[in-house]
């Protein structure tokens, strides 16, 4: 889906049943309900419509995991608009400062285009700003490349390729400082994480804060454990991107 968010849209949220009782086809709903399995729910791509804010206390009641992958794509409302996004960003702060109120272990994830026709320095500087105030967990961020058939197409002022790769460097500098912020801080403490792989020896693994692929890994050095399984570790070292953990004196504790 690109907007998962946008679930049930297409049926007019039509109502359907699960297990014997009626469920709306919606995002909160839908989230509830998969809550109930008691597994790891992670929600990508979702849109910041107002609706999206009833999933937080899903998350700070655990029904879901404390993560969001928003696509935010800038902070200035022309650019905004010239992109054909629905936001504003001094609202969008906002709603994240909130968000964090009512859930403080929540990830935010989100996606940024540098460089896309018509970006002023002044705009840029202002997408700048907005990622030092929001300081997003993970983000992800893109030279704009011109797509077949796409409207921005026809912007003029398309800008030359060097300024966006140096736009790209500067954006992605900034964000590697707020990120080991982040990680700094989760130093000392205990996690648990699911192991996904084991190399050289080493255990490669990702908490809830860390979706597959695309964000960050707990590398558990000199440890063979079994792929697949929860483990408890501690957090011992960080880097821009990545956690490292070891096993508790106590003992690795594997969650079945």
């Given amino acids: 889906a690109q907007d998962t968010s946008a679930y049930g849209v297409d049926i007019q949220y039509r109502t359907g049943f699960w297990q014997g009782r009626p469920v709306k086809s919606h995002i909160q709903q839908l989230a509830e309900a998969l809550g109930e399995f008691g597994i790891w729910i992670r929600l990508h791509y979702i849109y910041p419509y107002p609706h999206v804010d009833k999933l937080i206390p899903l998350m700070a009641e655990g029904k879901i995991l404390p993560y969001l992958d928003i696509?935010?794509?800038h902070a200035s409302s022309r650019i905004l608009k010239a992109m054909?996004?629905?936001?504003?960003?001094?609202?969008?702060?906002?709603r994240i400062q909130s968000w964090r109120e009512i859930c403080p272990e929540l990830t935010i994830r989100s996606t940024f285009i540098v460089g896309f026709p018509g970006e002023t320095e002044a705009e840029f500087s202002e997408l700048l700003d907005f990622i030092r105030e929001a300081r997003l967990d993970r983000v992800g961020c893109f030279e704009y490349s011109p797509v077949e058939g796409a409207r921005a197409n026809k912007i003029a002022d398309h800008i030359p390729v060097e300024i966006q790769h140096a736009r790209f460097e500067q954006f992605m500098s900034v964000q590697a400082e707020i990120s080991q912020e982040i990680l700094n801080k989760k130093i000392g403490q205990q996690e648990t994480v699911l192991v996904d792989a084991v190399e050289n020896g080493n255990s490669i693994a990702r908490s809830q804060s860390d979706a597959p692929?695309?964000?960050?890994?707990?590398?558990?050095?000199?440890?063979?454990?079994?792929?697949?399984?929860?483990?408890?570790?501690?957090?011992?070292?960080?880097?821009?991107?990545d956690l490292y953990a070891a096993i508790p004196s106590k003992g690795a504790h594997i969650k079945k």
Avoid: C
Wanted: charged content about 35%; glycine content about 4%.
């Fill in 84 to 94: 054909r996004r629905p936001a504003h960003a001094e609202k969008m702060l906002e």
């Fill in 71 to 73: 696509p935010m794509q």
């Fill in 213 to 241: 692929e695309i964000d960050g890994q707990v590398v558990i050095a000199n440890k063979e454990l079994p792929v697949g399984e929860f483990v408890e570790v501690e957090i011992i070292d960080a880097d821009h991107y």
